[in-house]
């Protein structure tokens, strides 16, 4: 196998798109750390993330990337990390950069730099979905199901905070979408 093409391919990235590769690939070595602490190692996910990573190097395609996303969600599962555990918390927020990041690498050319029009919608929205899986998160691992007669299900509180949080993420992005090029607000 003859990696020097691979090689010229990544010094011809432009430097957005070698640094959203590069948040990808860390985001994805983070996670093996995270669920390696958290749970036990996995050599099936270590072994999936080291071959998705070497095929977001060599190609930065929608495919390369849910590669990357299935190693890392591999990863995890097969860690054995407690669900009722915090770290799931940072491992979900691993996962949504990570998407994010090779969704950005496989947005346009590779000579061609992320428009800002682009990172301007696509980091608030981001930041709004992790925040709202955070909510959602923390509210299901202090709210356990219990015999508790005011709150029996910790779920069922996460869902409606989840169900609240979309209705404000909506209402906060949607008028962004209102608006169109060339017209005064």
């Known amino acids: 196998m003859n990696l ?8 011809q990235l432009h430097r957005d798109r070698v640094n ?9 070595f983070l996670l093996l750390v995270i669920t390696d602490v958290a749970g036990t190692m996995s050599w099936y996910g270590l072994a999936a993330t ?6 977001v190097l060599g190609n930065s ?3 390369s990337g849910l590669l990357l996303l299935a190693a890392m969600v ?3 599962l097969t860690s ?9 918390i940072p491992a979900a927020w691993l996962l949504l950069v990570a998407h994010v990041a090779v969704a950005l690498v496989a947005s346009g050319p590779d000579q061609a730099p992320i428009p800002r029009a682009i990172l ?3 980091v608030p929205r981001t930041i709004l979905v992790g925040l709202a899986t955070t909510l959602v998160a923390a509210l299901t691992l202090l709210i356990e199901p219990t015999n508790n007669e005011l709150m029996p299900y910790g779920a069922t509180a996460a869902l409606l905070a989840l169900i609240v949080a979309v209705l404000v993420m909506i209402r906060l992005t949607g008028d962004e ?3 169109t090029p060339g017209t005064d607000r």
């Open 120 to 122: 301007a919608v696509w």
């Open 20 to 28: 959203a590769m590069a948040t990808a690939l860390l985001a994805a």
């Open 80 to 88: 054995g990390m407690d669900a009722g555990s915090w770290w799931v």
């Open 74 to 76: 591999l990863q995890w």
């Open 50 to 55: 080291l071959v998705a990573g070497l095929v």
């Open 177 to 179: 979408d209102k608006e």
């Open 61 to 63: 395609d929608s495919f």
């Open 4 to 11: 020097l093409p691979r090689m010229e391919r990544i010094v």
